[in-house]
């Protein structure tokens, strides 16, 4: 018996193609035309996704010409994106669509005019041009419905309505859409990259991002800037680098470490770090740590704002601060300028001169020789003066480096020169609203006398390196052992700067004018050295006190104080008596160099003299050595430098003296002489 035949297996058929000779002509059609508008929205972004639509457009629906365009302004200024015609892209161009069929499209939906365009609409010039016959045309729109553009087609041929033209046509222009979309938004995103670039890079303040190795991963120009140092410098550098190499600041810099691998937030710490200049650099610290999808902490974003300025000025001000106390405390401790001792008539004419003037503003001249207590008086003006609740500022203007007399009076801004890192204060602005004490302000170089001049005449002056006048309510007392008239005839003093500050001359007494107030101060002094040491002392004998009424002081009352310091300290009993080497042989006058119709005092005059020793036995070198420095400093109320200065009366070098005082052990406290 014969067995069927097994039926055959079916056969897995693809999806229909255009070319597949089994499908009819017109279902063959449909597939060439969504092929087409397939591949023509399939490819590329931006202008080649365009051009690649339009000439995929007019292949599926068969026409010659496509546009896709946009409106880059209000409606009616279009502007094509990409231009088909026939067989070619053509350039894009601008143009206005007021009387055109395109401009119906901005009131939505599809316009179609399947024949006699040209009749229509003779103003539509690139139409007529072309012959064009049909037309259609639909708007596409974002998804909050605005119109972006239109995509249109047209046709020396009429277009007849189809309802697989308007199918594709539809597709097309959602593409379009969807492209112009998100084109607009990418540019929107470039824009605020842009500016958002352009403002991390340009801040004023330091921005960075800071990996868990402690390397900086990225950096502002501003951060660089700061630091002194390239961009590439910095990023790829460790942060703590830029940290002090000192206690405090590896101190600092491991408790921001810990907080970044804490994942705990800084904010506001104030940070110092070094400029690539080795310069201080203060900065406020704002630091977040980062984490990863499993909560490891990552990269931390921080930023510094620069307090350099406000750090140094605040030290700045703390020091001065602390300057003036430290001045008022050593005036009332070591010189007691609370209170003047004596009654002589001499003394009392000076203080009833005090008296009258200290209510005023009057700038006050004090002279006299060295020792007899110009600084006390001034003490004094000032302390009954409406001022006295405001500080006294003293400035020893002999004691000022030559470089910097006008930086320390008036003061001096940032970048002034070289070392000025931060602006500074002069003293001028420090006595604002009090005193101002020039002691030996003849020793004022002649650029700092103009600037002087100036604050007494406008009461304004210009910190070095500075643009803007300062204006200051300062009273001015000076004071100098010189004879400044004589200053001024001789051209080393202006002779302006000297009338005005002899509006209240004071002439102060020396030692040897007011002996009746010696046994005063003698009992004032001895009571004073001893309780500072510890020693109660009774009283000074009579022999002893006959001997310091008779001598002629020539360094006055600070010479008084240093031989009754040195008494006290050798003392042994209750009576300090005073030994006959502490004092030169009795002279009734002053010695030549401080009397004020002498020639200036020359070390040569002294050179020869023998040297007198209380036991007979000659002293060492070294001594005699050092003794006599020690005279010729407290002669010059220890000012080294300068035409009076020390190291000009011994005819040697200012840095030869400091060196010779050093290795002798000469300070100022080493009053007394072996």
């Keep these: 018996m014969a067995r069927e035949p097994r039926s055959a297996a079916p056969i897995e058929r693809g999806p229909p193609s255009a070319s597949d000779p089994s499908v009819s002509p017109e279902v063959r059609e449909d597939l060439r035309a969504l092929q087409a508008a397939v591949e023509g929205t399939a490819r590329g972004t931006g202008e080649e996704f365009f051009q690649s639509l339009v000439r995929h457009l007019a292949e599926a629906i068969d026409v010659q010409y496509a546009v896709v365009a946009e409106f880059p302004k209000a409606p009616p200024f279009v502007r094509t994106l990409a231009f088909w015609e026939r067989d070619r892209l053509g350039s894009n161009f601008e143009y206005d669509f007021t009387g055109t069929p395109c401009a119906e499209v901005v009131a939505g939906g599809l316009v179609h005019y399947p024949t006699g365009v040209s009749r229509l609409f003779p103003k539509a010039t690139p139409l007529v041009e072309r012959g064009i016959d049909g037309y259609m045309a639909a708007p596409f729109m974002d998804r909050n419905g605005e119109i972006l553009g239109h995509l249109a087609v047209f046709d020396k041929r009429p277009l007849p309505a189809e309802p697989r033209r308007s199918f594709i046509f539809r597709i097309f222009a959602a593409r379009a859409a969807a492209e112009q979309e998100r084109m607009r938004a990418e540019q929107k995103l470039q824009a605020s990259e842009a500016r958002y670039r352009d403002l991390f890079e340009n801040a004023p303040n330091a921005y960075l991002v800071v990996g868990t190795d402690g390397r900086v991963l990225s950096a502002n120009h501003r951060l660089a800037e700061m630091l002194g140092f390239h961009v590439d410098e910095v990023v790829g550098a460790e942060i703590h680098s830029f940290m002090p190499d000192t ?39 704002w630091m977040e740590p980062s984490r990863d ?98 500080p006294l500022i003293k400035v020893n203007c002999a004691a000022l480096p030559a470089g910097l007399v006008e930086s320390e009076l008036f003061g001096h801004e940032k970048g002034a020169f070289s070392g000025a890192i931060a602006r500074r204060l002069g003293r001028f602005e420090a006595a604002d609203g009090g005193t101002i004490f020039l002691d030996e302000v003849g020793e004022l170089p002649p650029d700092a006398q103009v600037k002087l001049l100036r604050v007494l005449q406008e009461r304004e002056f210009d910190r070095v390196g500075g643009d803007a006048p300062i204006k200051v309510d300062v009273r001015v007392i000076a004071a100098t052992n010189r004879d400044l008239l004589q200053e ?19 002439r102060l007494p020396s030692l040897r004018e007011r002996r009746d107030d010696i046994p005063a101060l003698v009992h004032f002094l001895v009571q004073k050295f001893g309780l500072r040491i510890g020693k109660h002392l009774a009283r ?17 009352v600070r010479e008084l104080e240093n031989v009754l310091e040195r008494a006290v300290i050798l003392s042994t009993d209750s009576t300090p008596e005073i030994n006959l080497d502490f004092l030169p042989a009795q002279d009734s006058a002053p010695p030549q160099h401080l009397r004020s119709d002498a020639e200036p005092f020359s070390v040569a005059q002294h050179r020869d003299a023998p040297t007198q020793f209380a036991d007979g036995r000659p002293e060492s070198l070294e001594v005699v050595e050092r003794n006599y420095i020690l005279t010729v400093l407290h002669q010059t109320n ?20 400091r060196n010779r005082m050093k290795k002798l052990g000469i300070t100022r406290d080493s009053h007394h002489i072996r």
Excluded: C
């Design 247 to 285: 206690p405090a600041g590896k101190t600092r810099s491991m408790e921001i470490y810990r907080k970044h691998m804490a994942g705990e937030a800084v904010s506001g710490w104030e940070l110092e770090l070094r400029r690539k200049d080795d310069r201080p650099l203060w900065v406020n610290v």
């Design 488 to 506: 001024v005839q001789e051209k080393r003093f202006r002779e302006d700067l000297y009338y005005r500050l002899n509006v209240f001359p004071l």
């Design 638 to 657: 220890w000012v080294i430098t300068g035409p009076n200065g020390a190291a000009t009366l011994l005819d040697i070098h200012p840095s030869t003296l």
């Design 293 to 390: 999808e499993d909560g490891a902490v990552g990269p931390s974003r921080a930023f510094f704002v620069d307090v350099t300025d406000r750090v140094m000025a605040v030290r700045e001000t703390k020091r001065l601060r602390e300057q003036n106390l430290y001045l008022q405390e050593e005036i009332k401790s070591d010189h007691d300028f609370e209170r003047i001792i004596g009654e002589s008539r001499a003394l009392l004419d000076v203080l009833a001169k005090v008296g009258r003037v200290a209510p005023t503003d009057a700038t006050v001249l004090i002279t006299g020789e060295t020792g007899t207590g110009k600084e006390l008086i001034a003490r004094a003006i000032h302390s009954t003066s409406r001022r006295k609740d405001r």
């Design 540 to 556: 000074v004998g009579g022999a002893t006190m006959q001997r310091l009424s008779d001598y002629s002081w020539p360094g006055n």
